[in-house]
Nanobody, 112 residues
């Protein structure tokens, strides 16, 4: 299994970013997927997950982030709007239970 995240960057508070994750080595379409993040000095946390028919979000991002998947391209995306400084973290994708090898992640920095 290989996971490659992209799309991070530096954005001002209130701005938007769209993260993307390309997966290989798995039967993508049958798996529940998720985005996680880890801020400096903090534990990795699950931000959003998507199964075949449902999405779930951490309370801290609900209403601002949207997770989606493209099974044909084996990608999962995270649209992040109204970004806040506390969203600054390294963002990763993985299965919903985090059982695959972790990728490099993509850094999101929200700062003015």
């Amino acid at each position: 299994v290989q996971l490659v995240e992209s799309g991070g960057g530096l954005v001002q508070p209130g701005g938007s970013l769209r993260l993307s994750c390309a997966a290989s080595g798995i039967i993508f379409s049958i798996n529940a997927l998720a985005w996680y993040r880890q801020a400096p000095g903090k534990e990795r946390e699950l931000v959003a997950s998507i199964t075949l028919g449902a999405t779930n979000y951490a309370d801290s991002v609900k209403g601002r982030f949207t997770i989606s998947r493209d099974n044909a391209r084996s990608t999962v995306s995270l649209q992040m709007n109204s970004l806040k400084a506390e969203d600054t973290a390294l963002y990763y994708c993985n299965s919903k239970d985090g059982r695959w090898p972790w990728g490099q992640g993509t850094q999101v920095t929200v700062s003015s």
